[in-house]
């Protein structure tokens, strides 16, 4: 058996291969790390690298994508004000279905049976700027369908290993916990919206949640 995991280097994609490698102790783990021109891609694929090499998967495959990116170093760096008031500045449209696209693509060139993806999400969650409907249990559902629809032979499932039998979304400090479980302590992944010399900004919606998460985990 053959498993392709979306490897972004953020915590959710490194649980997701964890649980993956655990799960499925037999199969052959490849990862794909896809640098669609996020401002942080460079300090992404370097951690999701070394996340590959330590759990032992086949190889990474980076694939460049130009231009997708919707925001850039002069976005609002805060985030807080979104786009249009209501989504986040790091939004980009449809930006799931083209990195599943391309998941997919691979997959199929590797002969894999299941692609793992790092998305937790179970349906979009109002009023909440970083939930969107290309990172929901339905999309996912539907990407498959769409995915085996358009295959010439073999089929591929999608598999979204955080949340598929949940009925409530993990919630970021789960995420890390079970994380600290495999060993992974708090520089092991990589979240950052706006890095500074490769680094975490500590200043982001994603780091700031970060580091409250470690400072309550710490204290527990």
Do not use: W
Not at 37 to 53: D, L, N, P, R, S
């Amino acid at each position: 058996m053959k498993i392709l995991c979306q490897m972004s280097g953020g915590a959710d994609s490194v649980l997701a291969a964890c649980r993956a490698k655990e799960q499925y102790p037999n199969a052959d783990l490849y990862g794909i790390f896809i640098d669609y021109g996020q401002v942080a891609a460079q300090a992404e694929e370097t951690t999701a690298q070394k996340v590959v090499e330590r759990l032992g998967l086949v190889n990474l495959k980076v694939v460049t994508v130009r231009n997708l990116y919707n925001g850039g170093v002069n976005s609002v760096p805060d985030d807080k004000e979104g786009v249009d008031g209501k989504l986040s500045a790091v939004y980009t449209p449809l930006r799931n279905v083209a990195l599943m696209g391309i998941t997919a693509a691979h997959a199929a060139v590797i002969g894999a049976d299941m692609i793992v993806t790092g998305n937790k999400g179970i349906e979009q969650i109002e009023g909440d700027p970083y939930s969107f409907k290309d990172s929901t249990r339905k999309f996912h559902e539907l990407s498959e369908i769409l995915i085996n629809a358009t295959l010439e032979e073999g089929g591929i499932r999608v598999n979204q290993i955080l949340s598929n039998t949940l009925a409530k979304k993990m919630t970021k400090k789960d995420v890390y916990a079970e994380l600290l479980g495999y060993g992974f302590r708090y520089d092991a992944t990589f979240s950052c919206f706006y890095p500074v010399d490769g680094k975490e900004c500590g200043e982001c919606h994603n780091c700031i949640e970060k580091k409250l998460i470690f400072k309550e985990l710490n204290n527990e």
